[in-house]
């Protein structure tokens, strides 16, 4: 690969430099990198997810939305649809000293999502809300056109019953299938991974769903409850690395943003460029969106991954098959080069990208980047002291983007490719803060304290933990 294409945000004097020029001793050693994508815009896209299955996504969203509305009382103001604000945040840019003249920095709230309290509740809800729709229809319960508050009827709650939903999470996923699912009358089991946090387990076993708790990791966690949904056949298993209505759910942000967008008055063109910041796992949310919102931008929306340095799956995912990274197989995992996958952001903690997503988003992906822990615990601490904003460890990890898009060499380069230095001033950057609602005050109060002790993350470049 093209050296200029990953360059660690430390600077040249590094110890370690013979090594760490090499592209695999920065992800080794856990150094944060930004690497961009040569391959964007080349090959077809993805046809298996066409925009027309994305307006599909959306449109069933809303005809479930009266029913919504009724199971959950939380969504009486927004009439059973769950959406997030897209907010402008100038202190936080003036905190993280990104100059105007690169651009407005602007966050897509679903870290305040209802229900799920994460970005989960797009992916999440809308497979579970699909499976029942299914069910229904094939039951007779539902005429295809007619008032879906009909699944909350007795007879709807029955045929439910009858019937278990599964998932394998390290928590926020769980959490969106496990609420859906148990609220429509389901039975529902989620296989929690050994990271997955003690409040989201208790959670959800208030509401009635049955969680398992397995020592190995998420990849584990969504082998097992593979496994155990195989064997029967009223099961559906939301299948976190190879789900396509998953995937949908997540698409059907796109048109959603466009929307408040427009409404902010923020144009994307050519020039005026859109850069996304999306916080990634196995890839499903992030991937989701990005293809959504290349149909409706195409090439001016340039989509960046973050992902923990500890825990870079997508990122290696990319990689494979490149010559620096020959041998590492077509679907490598983070430990095969010796990362542990230790992180805070219980939400990234992923040892494997879904091979699904690393597809969809093949040629249309800018970039992935890393971000250590330290630092998504100063953006916590800031974006909270500055916007008032409440977000968890994962969410934080968009916000690190435009630091690395503009003080890295490779950031530089890859503007510098697509032509767009002289875009910049009217450029918008959108971090995507995906989750933190439901954290309890104690464990948010600890997220915060442990920033608020670190010297504040700011935009220029700087030299970072060897
Ligand atoms: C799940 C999750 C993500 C990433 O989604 P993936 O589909 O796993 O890539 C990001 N942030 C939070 C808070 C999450 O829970």
Redesign the pocket.
């Known amino acids: 690969m093209n050296e200029s294409s990953l360059l660690s945000a430390a600077p040249r004097s590094s110890p370690h430099q013979n090594e760490a020029r090499h592209p695999l001793g920065e992800l080794k050693h856990g150094r944060p990198v930004l690497w961009t994508s040569e391959r964007r815009g080349s090959g077809e896209q993805d046809s298996r997810i066409s925009p027309a299955d994305v307006d599909a996504a959306a449109a069933r969203l809303r005809r479930f939305a009266p029913l919504m509305a009724l199971l959950f009382p939380e969504l009486a103001p927004s009439a059973g649809v769950i959406e997030s604000d897209l907010l402008p945040v100038p202190q936080l840019q003036q905190a993280l000293a990104l100059p105007p003249d690169f651009g407005a920095l602007l966050v897509k709230a ?2 305040a999502l209802p229900v799920a309290g ?3 509740a797009r ?1 999440g809800i809308h497979e579970v809300l699909e499976h029942a729709e299914s069910l229904a229809l094939r039951h007779g319960l539902l005429a295809p056109e007619g008032d879906y508050r009909a699944l909350a009827s007795d007879t709807a709650r029955a045929l439910f019953a009858r019937h278990q939903v599964a998932v394998g999470s ?4 769980g959490l969106a299938i496990g609420v859906m699912a148990s609220a429509l009358g389901f039975r529902a089991v989620v296989h929690m991974s050994a990271d997955a946090k003690e409040w989201k387990k208790e959670r959800l076993r208030r509401r009635g769903v049955e969680v398992l708790e397995h020592a190995g990791d998420y990849a584990e966690a969504v082998a097992a409850g593979r496994r155990a949904a195989e064997a029967d056949p009223a099961c559906h298993f939301v299948d ?1 690395e190879r789900s396509r209505s ?1 995937l949908l759910g ?1 698409a059907a942000a796109a048109p959603q943003l466009a929307r408040q967008l427009d409404a902010l008055g923020r144009k994307v063109d050519a020039a005026h460029p859109l850069f996304v910041y ?11 969106i990005a293809l959504g919102l290349s149909q409706i931008y195409g090439p001016h929306a340039h989509c960046f ?1 973050a992902e923990p340095t500890r825990s870079p799956c ?1 990122l290696l995912q990319m990689l494979a098959g490149t010559p620096a990274f020959a041998g590492l197989g077509a679907n490598p995992s983070v430990y095969d080069i010796g990362l542990d996958n230790h992180t805070e ?4 903690a ?1 040892p494997r ?2 091979e699904l ?1 690393a597809a969809a988003v093949q040629s249309l992906l800018s970039g992935v980047y890393t971000v250590e822990d330290e630092t998504l615990f100063q953006l916590l601490h800031q974006i909270a002291a500055t916007e008032n904003i409440r ?2 460890p ?2 934080a ?1 968009g916000l690190g983007g435009p630091a690395m898009l503009r003080g890295t060499s490779s950031g530089q380069a890859y503007l510098h490719r697509h032509r767009l230095q002289a875009r910049m001033p009217q450029a918008t950057h959108i971090a ?1 803060t ?3 609602l439901f954290v309890p005050d104690e464990e948010y109060a600890r997220f915060h304290a442990r920033g608020a002790a670190l010297a504040p993350f700011s935009s220029t470049p700087r030299k970072t933990r060897i």
């Open positions: 679903d870290h994460s970005i989960k992916g390290t928590g926020n996923l976190d998953l997540y999306l916080p990634c796992g196995v890839g499903g949310a992030p991937a989701g991954f997508f952001a219980d939400g990234l992923v990208a879904s997503a977000i968890e994962s969410a990890a995507w995906t989750g933190g």
